[in-house]
């Protein structure tokens, strides 16, 4: 039987389509690491075709790690470890920005895995952009500047309150998930733990301020920051198409989620894999 999985970097920096693997089956120790080097040297990959269940789904996150339950997302059946995002009109999407998954907690994501279950006929592509490349793109003395300089990142910023009224119920898991996770402090530049390499780490989701900097210049070098990272040079862009699954480095990467599908309805599955605390 040929394990080997066939790579097809889909850009410079950042992004690989895999194929030749079934992930609805357990893969073999050869088969895994072949995707993990893969994952952590392109950082996004995609496969086409990959009809999964939760509980399969969940299976292969947890060879990357332990995996996050999220404070306020809903989950599939009887499997808390997937979450579910269903938008549609009545739930719009509240991911339409750049982001990295769950820098509110000491530990951000080290990855995830999103499968797609059901799609609008046209649209709500995602994006992926590369921390690393965002870091290397810069001078020496700006990368002197933002060396040692650390950040504050907030749950609040992308889970606003207004959000969570729908019911008291969803605005009581909302209160109980901003008590559970007050701000936390992460360097601006983070380096690799496998790697090596270095990525800025600041995402305009859950970044606030820049703690060693007044609000003026914290505000204009986030600003900066922000735009930055999210030029198409340092970009990857996936069409999805129905059982599609992506998988990404939650540690050097940002991704964004385009909202342009609405009244349409998008159905998407997440399994999400803890990390360690960066440095």
């Given at each position: 039987m040929n394990e080997r999985l066939v790579i097809k970097p889909l850009g410079p920096y950042i992004g690989a389509q895999i194929?030749?693997?079934?992930?609805?089956?357990?893969?073999?120790?050869?088969q895994f690491e072949q995707l993990y080097h893969a994952l952590i040297r392109h950082q996004v990959l995609f496969l086409r075709d990959q009809p999964i269940t939760p509980h399969q789904q969940r299976a292969l996150a947890a060879r990357?790690?332990?995996?996050?339950?999220?404070p306020v997302y809903p989950h599939a059946e009887d499997?808390?470890?997937i979450i579910v995002l269903?938008?549609?009109?009545d739930n719009p999407p509240d991911n339409d920005n750049w982001h990295t998954d769950v820098t509110f907690i000491d530990t951000p994501p080290a990855g995830a895995i999103l499968a797609a279950k059901q799609l609008p006929e046209t649209g709500g592509d995602t994006l992926w952009a590369s921390g690393i490349a965002a870091w290397e793109a810069l001078s020496l003395p700006f990368q002197t500047l933002l060396s040692g300089l650390h950040a504050e990142h907030d749950f609040k910023k992308s889970f606003q309150e207004y959000k969570h009224r729908n019911s008291e119920q969803e605005h009581q898991r909302w209160q109980r998930a901003v008590i559970n996770n007050p701000p936390v402090v992460h360097p601006v530049v983070r380096i690799h733990p496998v790697s090596g390499k270095k990525a800025l780490f600041v995402n305009e989701g859950f970044t606030t301020r820049?703690?060693?900097?007044?609000e003026k210049e914290s505000d204009t070098l986030l600003h900066f920051l922000?735009?930055?990272?999210?030029?198409?040079?340092?970009?990857v862009r996936w069409r999805w198409q129905e059982n599609d699954v992506a998988m990404w480095d939650n540690r050097v990467t940002q991704h964004y989620a385009n909202a342009d599908y609405l009244p349409a309805r998008r159905i998407m599955h997440r399994a999400t894999v803890l990390g360690d605390k960066p440095f």
């Open positions: 194929s030749n693997v079934d992930l609805a089956r357990p893969l073999s120790d050869a990357f790690g332990d995996l996050h339950i999220h499997v808390e470890q269903d938008t549609h009109n820049i703690k060693e900097l007044s922000f735009a930055h990272i999210t030029k198409p040079e340092f970009q």
